[in-house]
């Protein structure tokens, strides 16, 4: 029983555009929301990080939106650029220092120039 | 400055063979970590340690994976009689450690080492 969903495994937009990748949870104890970064290769980066207590979280041109009713956050890239092709994983933990963050399975993003 | 690393990047393993895999840590930092990630799936917490001491261990799915930090710095994850579902990348991260209230405790991590069980 997967805690953290993305149910798109792949997404492919178009350079300059939005880029909206969406996240699903099951466990309402879920406080802190991370979404991570990993190009092929490489370890996953950490991006941004949304706390239960908002709703947006805003860094650049990443924005995270979290509607805790729903259990559901996303990711906007505004606009997107080639650069930001990779797997994007969401994931979710109990509080900002919990180790046992909980992660998806991931979306490949393709952005196409 | 280093990230953090890990080694051998690639391991092929005989099935029933023990193999260790290496992490070293940024310098400094406090808490370690190590995940299992399938193929397809995301990563998939296995044990953390704070400096020496092994804090969780609540993820090894198995007792044939033991996973030591000796010395606060340099971790080493072994696996007993490997076996074909253990096929995955490993991956290590470490973080400062030091409780935020406000933002969070950035897991760093490293480029994993991926095994192959034959």
């Known amino acids: 029983d997967q805690q953290v969903k993305q149910n798109s495994p792949s997404l492919s937009v178009q350079e300059g555009r939005i880029s909206i990748l969406n996240c699903d949870y099951t466990?309402?104890?879920?406080?802190?929301f991370l979404w991570y970064k990993k190009y092929p290769a490489e370890g996953p980066t950490f991006l941004i990080s949304?706390?239960?207590?908002?709703d947006k979280n805003e860094d650049g041109r990443f924005t995270v939106f979290l509607n805790k009713s729903a259990k559901h956050l996303s990711l906007h890239i505004v606009p997107s650029q080639p650069g930001d092709s990779a797997v994007y994983f969401c994931a979710a933990g109990l509080d900002n220092y919990g180790q046992n963050f909980v992660f998806g399975p991931g979306t490949r993003l393709s952005v196409l120039p | 400055g280093a990230g953090v690393s890990q080694s051998p990047r690639y391991k092929v393993a005989k099935r029933g063979q023990d193999v260790a895999l290496r992490c070293d840590p940024i310098s400094g930092h406090v808490s370690l970590f190590w995940y299992q990630q399938a193929l397809g799936q995301g990563p998939e917490f296995l044990t953390y340690f704070q400096n020496e001491a092994q804090l969780d261990k609540s993820g090894l799915p198995s007792d044939r994976f033991f996973a030591e930090r000796p010395e606060g710095s340099v971790s080493t994850l072994k696996i007993q009689r490997t076996q074909q579902e253990d096929s995955a990348v490993y991956l290590c991260?470490?973080?400062?450690?030091?409780?935020?209230?406000?933002?969070?405790?950035?897991?760093?991590f490293g480029p994993g080492t991926r095994l192959t069980v034959l």
């Open positions: 949304i706390s239960s207590i908002k």
């Open positions: 466990n309402s104890m879920f406080d802190y």
């Open positions: 991260a470490s973080s400062l450690g030091a409780r935020r209230k406000t933002s969070y405790n950035e897991q760093f």
